[in-house]
């Protein structure tokens, strides 16, 4: 949504506050303290971000249980900052932010950049992927340092990707609809490659049975190969020797998400943020 869609569809607070609490209460408010339901429960007059109880003469937070619960600002602000962080592709720092609402305080803006993330990774998928799916990993933590010239200083090498220390990232794309699903998969020690194990734990918790899966040439996507409960379809691209092996067989699909991913924690976050980005993601 562009700015002028935004403020035609928001002119006032009061439309930001409908809009959350319509979200929120799908199928009718209902009142926390009696479970009135909603022909018996209004918003208040004197601040539309409260509803009151006709059953119980009570008064509760429309916003109660979400991320605008304590907020003083006005709620087109949070909106309209979840906005950009939707729509900004290569992400958005917590100071560029800062400039876009016009705040005066830079931990305000982070603090606000930092729950809309978290809002965000709490989504769940309810539907299992099907058909085809690109499954592969990637390394979150920043850029490794630059290493000291001097040999008595010098230490060992920091190392890029796999067999690296920095935080794995696990991610599944369904090509039919575009979803993704992504986890945090610790490996069992530092600097060890992920195990078949854990990748197929989470293919089963995501994706049905017969599914074909893309990956890359890492060994231990190997235990697709043998006899498993979901019985997958496995094609193997090995990119030492190609990207692609045509009629649509590639891992293309999520390289291109863990690319987007990089350019934002590399490029727009501040690098003494980017372990807390690593965390929220």
């Known amino acids: 949504m562009n700015q002028f869609d935004f403020f035609k569809r928001f002119p006032t607070e009061n439309d930001a506050i409908d809009f959350i609490v319509e979200t929120k209460y799908k ?3 209902v009142c926390p303290k009696c479970g009135c339901v909603h022909h018996k429960i209004y918003h208040q ?26 907020t003083h600002l006005d709620l087109r602000m ?32 982070f603090r606000m950049l930092n729950l809309i993330r978290r809002a965000i ?3 769940t998928h309810k539907d299992t ?30 190392k890029r990707g796999r067999g690296t220390n920095k935080t794995p990232v696990v991610g599944v794309v369904e090509r039919s609809s575009g979803r993704i699903h992504a ?11 992920l195990s078949g194990k854990q990748l197929l734990s989470i293919l089963d918790e995501m994706c049905r049975k017969n599914t074909t899966v893309m990956t890359d040439q890492l060994a231990s996507y190997g235990i697709l190969n043998g006899k498993t409960e979901n019985k997958y379809v496995h094609v ?19 390289e291109s998400c863990w690319a987007i991913l990089k350019r934002g ?12 980005f690593a965390r929220v993601c």
Not at 265 to 276: H, K, M
């Open 183 to 193: 986890v945090i998969a610790m490996p069992n020690k530092e600097g060890k490659k």
């Open 78 to 109: 949070w909106l309209f900052a979840l906005n950009l962080v939707l729509i900004a592709r290569k992400g958005i720092s917590g100071l560029q932010l800062q400039r876009e609402l016009g705040m005066k305080s830079y931990k305000g803006a």
């Open 236 to 254: 193997k691209i090995d990119h030492s020797m190609t990207y692609s092996l045509g009629d649509g067989k590639h891992t293309n699909t999520i």
């Open 45 to 70: 007059k004197y601040n539309r971000r409260n509803l009151y109880c006709n059953n119980c003469k009570s008064e509760f937070s429309a916003l109660k249980g979400t991320i605008f619960e304590h």
């Open 265 to 276: 924690v590399y490029g727009d976050i501040p690098p003494r943020f980017g372990q807390a």
């Open 129 to 158: 992927f099907e058909a085809i799916v690109e499954i592969d990993e990637t390394y979150v933590g920043g850029k490794p340092r630059k290493e000291n010239t001097h040999k008595e200083k010098k230490t060992k090498k920091s």
């Open 121 to 123: 990774g709490t989504e």
């Open 27 to 29: 199928n009718g408010y």
